[in-house]
């Protein structure tokens, strides 16, 4: 009978610890859309309603199902284009509070319309060919009002004399099209079509509004969402560089999802250093690229970043952060202070030499808890690193180009990769 009773209480403990894991705080994202068999909706399924919740939905105040809906979409075969909608979930068969209303798109998609963009001497650039260009994108609700920001990558190529000159920027938008904050990542950071996308959102220091972290470089510049302008590093430096940058110094930055500014400023000076990036281009010792990272790649190799979230402990998310494809690989995970914003290393993991996981990476990365036990790994092309930051798997197949990782085989404990 003892047995049985620690059995139950060792099973309650593993549910109570896979429960604490934090989710995002965001609204029901209801979506109105006028289609010609009337108005189409779709909603959000909450993590903690997926099991026995069903959902009522409102038309101008109306219930629209005769009984409640077991999915998260319905289409209003009487609906019009002038209509409000709300949803409202029902739980043990009680309903709940509804959603704030949503009028119907016209369009089945959503326009925002972008503000102007500026070059560093303060002149407005047009948006679309010949100006500034949108690229990449990481979404985060910055405001904490459940609604998803934009943190958008545009950027500039101007030509004068057989000279280029970019402008790049990092802009955070919301739903209207107001800018937040941007930063004009100058001279030393790649921001093309091509190159690494080294920005995420995330709400790490669980206050219900993600936060920012990004890789930066001297001579950029962080226009807050108060109208300072705060100058990153040395402003004279300008990096010599092939395709990609090889050279100069490289910043880690915590930012203030809300207002663009980093934790670890003084609020005051016009020139602020941020902390080195954990994961240096050369180690101590070394200084020649093509000896560290392979000769005739222009940069590409050590160019290759990687952002993430991963829950490591079961229980909050941790920064993650990756550098190296095809032959070395370079990873850390930084944990978070919600009170002090400090950063303190949780792990690394360090590949250079020729080995069974030397260049088994890929241009990208997931996060899975592949070996089911509540704390995620870095699933990263032929090979997974565990939640302590060591080796878990690695198959020798080498580089590949895409990945999936999820539970294929029904039949088999864990998650299989694609």
């Known amino acids: 009978m003892k047995k049985l009773g620690l059995l139950f209480l060792?099973?309650?403990i593993s549910c109570v610890a896979f429960a604490q894991r934090m989710t995002d705080v965001v609204d029901r994202g209801l979506v109105a859309v006028k289609v010609n068999s009337g108005v189409y909706l779709s909603w959000r399924v909450f993590g903690e309603e997926y099991y026995d919740i069903t959902y009522n939905l409102y038309r101008n105040g109306i219930k629209?199902?005769?009984?409640?809906?077991?999915?998260?979409?319905?289409?209003?075969?009487?609906?019009?284009?002038?209509?409000?909608?709300?949803?409202?979930?029902?739980?043990?068969?009680?309903?709940?509070?509804?959603?704030?209303?949503?009028?119907?798109?016209?369009?089945?998609?959503?326009?925002?319309?972008?503000?102007?963009?500026?070059?560093?001497?303060?002149?407005?650039?047009?948006?679309?060919?010949?100006?500034?260009?949108?690229?990449?994108v990481s979404l985060g609700d910055v405001t904490g009002d459940g609604v998803t920001e934009f943190i958008v990558k545009r950027n500039y190529d101007l030509n004068t004399t057989g000279n280029v000159t970019r402008f790049n920027h990092y802009e955070c938008v919301?739903?209207?099209?107001?800018?937040?904050?941007?930063?004009?990542?100058?001279?030393?950071?790649?921001?093309?079509?091509d190159e690494q996308w080294d920005l995420i959102a995330y709400d790490w220091d669980q206050d219900?509004?993600?936060?920012?972290?990004?890789?930066?470089?001297?001579?950029?510049?962080?226009?807050?969402?108060?109208g300072k302008s705060i100058n990153i590093g040395n402003m004279n430096y300008v990096a010599p560089r092939d395709q990609y940058t090889c050279n100069g110094a490289e910043y880690l930055l915590y930012l203030n999802g809300e207002t663009g500014e980093p934790y670890d400023w003084d609020g005051v000076a016009?020139?602020?250093?941020?902390?080195?990036?954990?994961?240096?281009?050369?180690?101590?010792?070394?200084?020649?690229?093509?000896?560290?990272?392979?000769?005739?790649?222009?940069?590409?190799?050590?160019?290759?970043?990687y952002f993430g979230a991963p829950v490591?402990?079961?229980?909050k998310a941790s920064i993650f952060l990756g550098r190296g494809c095809y032959t070395r690989h370079k990873m850390c995970a930084l944990d978070v202070?919600?009170?002090?914003?400090?950063?303190?290393?949780?792990?690394?993991?360090?590949?250079?030499?020729?080995?069974?996981?030397?260049?088994?990476?890929?241009?990208?990365?997931?996060?899975?808890?592949?070996?089911?036990?509540?704390?995620?790994?870095?699933?990263?092309?032929?090979?997974?690193?565990?939640?302590?930051?060591?080796?878990?798997?690695?198959?020798?197949?080498?580089?590949?180009?895409?990945?999936?990782?999820?539970?294929?085989?029904?039949?088999?404990?864990?998650?299989e990769i694609f």
């Open 174 to 193: 919301d739903m209207s099209g107001k800018r937040l904050w941007w930063i004009d990542l100058g001279p030393n950071m790649m921001a093309g079509p």
């Open 270 to 305: 016009e020139n602020y250093t941020p902390m080195a990036f954990p994961l240096p281009r050369f180690e101590a010792g070394e200084s020649d690229y093509g000896a560290v990272w392979g000769k005739g790649d222009g940069g590409h190799r050590s160019s290759k970043f």
């Open 64 to 136: 629209v199902n005769s009984t409640p809906l077991s999915v998260s979409n319905y289409t209003d075969k009487q609906g019009t284009s002038s209509n409000t909608y709300t949803v409202a979930p029902i739980i043990d068969g009680v309903e709940q509070a509804q959603c704030a209303a949503v009028k119907v798109w016209s369009n089945q998609y959503f326009d925002i319309k972008m503000p102007s963009a500026f070059d560093r001497n303060g002149k407005v650039v047009a948006n679309g060919a010949g100006g500034y260009i949108l690229n990449d």
């Open 208 to 226: 219900g509004k993600a936060e920012c972290v990004m890789r930066g470089a001297d001579n950029m510049i962080i226009h807050t969402s108060s």
């Open 337 to 415: 202070d919600p009170v002090t914003h400090q950063l303190v290393q949780r792990w690394r993991w360090n590949q250079y030499s020729a080995n069974a996981w030397f260049g088994q990476g890929f241009h990208n990365f997931g996060i899975a808890d592949v070996d089911w036990d509540g704390r995620d790994e870095i699933v990263f092309g032929s090979m997974v690193i565990d939640d302590n930051g060591k080796g878990l798997s690695t198959t020798g197949l080498g580089h590949g180009d895409a990945q999936h990782c999820r539970d294929f085989d029904p039949y088999r404990h864990g998650q």
């Open 312 to 315: 490591l402990d079961g229980r």
């Open 10 to 12: 060792s099973m309650f």
